[in-house]
């Protein structure tokens, strides 16, 4: 490599709950750099998942997040003029950030009236074990068991 590494950014904890987990999901969250108007979102979320479930929302939260994050992954690699999927255990940055990204991509793609509604809804189906987001998550670990034959090429 010809450059050094960057440095980590340092991410401050959220001013509710003083946990780092939530800063760095509401920065995936926020549009335009209104960071207040996505804490807003997410607090709201978190109050209704609270209400809904009767448990702690930061817990199921975090519980949801965990159900939803992926192990192994496919990465294309060409070998003789043929591209193979080759499955790859994934580093913990890049699960914590792949289950992030999924849980708000669903959440925005759901039908209901406000993005904390949406939010909620989505963090309730992943905290049970459905909707798009766990869905996603299965898919991805089916196409690594089923191109698990080509783990000798991993690089």
């Known amino acids: 490599m010809r450059k050094a590494r960057p440095k980590k950014r340092i991410i401050l904890p959220d001013p509710k709950f003083n946990d780092i987990l939530v800063t760095k999901f509401v920065n995936n969250l926020m549009y335009q750099g209104k960071k207040n108007t996505a804490f807003n979102i997410f607090y709201e979320a978190i109050d209704t998942v609270a209400e ?10 975090k519980k949801a997040l965990s159900n939803i994050t992926p192990q192994v992954e496919v990465r294309s690699r060409r070998i003789g003029g043929a591209t193979f999927q080759i499955p ?3 580093r913990a940055e890049r699960k914590q950030s792949i289950s992030i990204k999924n849980l708000i991509l669903f959440s925005r793609k759901r039908h209901e009236k406000s993005m904390s509604q949406k939010l909620a809804g989505e963090i309730l189906s992943a905290f049970k074990e459905e909707g798009a987001a766990f869905k996603r998550k299965e898919d991805i670990h089916r196409m690594a068991e089923a191109n698990k034959a080509f783990s000798h090429f991993r690089f």
Do not use: A, D, P, T
């Not at 809904?52 to 929302?57: D, L, T």
């Open 88 to 90: 790859q255990e994934i």
């Open 52 to 61: 809904k479930s009767s448990e702690n929302g930061l817990e199921v939260f």
